[in-house]
T-cell receptor, first 114, second 113 residues
């Protein structure tokens, strides 16, 4: 079955440190990959997406992600964490072969320490 | 564009009452999704529509839940009768196609007492 795995349900970094949130997918067909962010008491917001163009994708708020087919990964990074980055992050995947829905990971809660 | 609009933002109701949640998707988006989010179960897909037609309702927990999309600009999720375990945040989302990301609404926080 096609799925998404987010390694680490909680990640804590210091302000100014590198943020790395991991996402791996299982698929035998080319995927569309997405990262979403959810701030408290809000809906999910699209951060960035990969749709078979450039493998390094830049998103909002200084985040970027790199698609690595050989590793079936789409990890999210940000060079320097800010307090405002504290939120829950979801990785999601969809395909042309499924019926149009995305499969979401379980989410990773990012804490930023001052 | 005002984005995906959900109403109400908060709903408190008594067990056994009917609850109707509403969603207006983004104009031109042909997919509409209903999700439920709780601390225990995370984000769950309940049902989704493509061009107003229900495609997959396998996530609807029980017959007490029903969803409709009478036209491209409106959808409802109804719970009748409601139970305390239905308490959750319900999100509506829409998208333009499989290669596009979802746009989520702000959610409806439902509390059943």
């Amino acid at each position: 079955a096609q799925s998404v795995t987010q390694l680490g349900s909680h990640v804590s970094v210091s302000e100014g440190a590198l943020v790395l949130l991991r996402c791996n997918y299982s698929s035998s067909v080319p995927p569309y990959l997405f990262w979403y962010v959810q701030y408290p008491n809000q809906g999910l917001q699209l951060l960035l997406k990969y749709t078979s163009a450039a493998t390094l994708v830049k998103g909002i708020n200084g985040f970027e992600a790199e698609f690595k087919k050989s590793e079936t990964s789409f990890h999210l990074t940000k060079p320097s964490a800010h307090m405002s980055d504290a939120a829950e992050y979801f990785c999601a995947v969809s395909y042309n072969t499924n019926a149009g829905k995305s499969t979401f990971g379980d989410g990773t809660t990012l804490t930023v320490k001052p | 564009d005002a984005g995906v609009i959900q109403s109400p933002r908060h709903e408190v109701t008594e067990m056994g009452q009917e609850v109707t949640l509403r969603c207006k998707p983004i104009s031109g988006h042909d997919y509409l999704f209903w999700y439920r989010q709780t601390m225990m179960r995370g984000l769950e897909l309940l049902i989704y529509f493509n061009n107003n037609v229900p495609i997959d309702d396998s996530g609807m927990p029980e017959d007490r839940f029903s969803a409709k999309m009478p036209n491209a600009s409106f959808s409802t999720l109804k719970i009748q009768p409601s139970e305390p375990r239905d308490s959750a945040v319900y999100f509506c989302a829409s998208r333009a196609g499989r290669a596009y990301g979802y746009t989520f609404g702000s959610g409806t926080r439902l509390t059943v007492v």
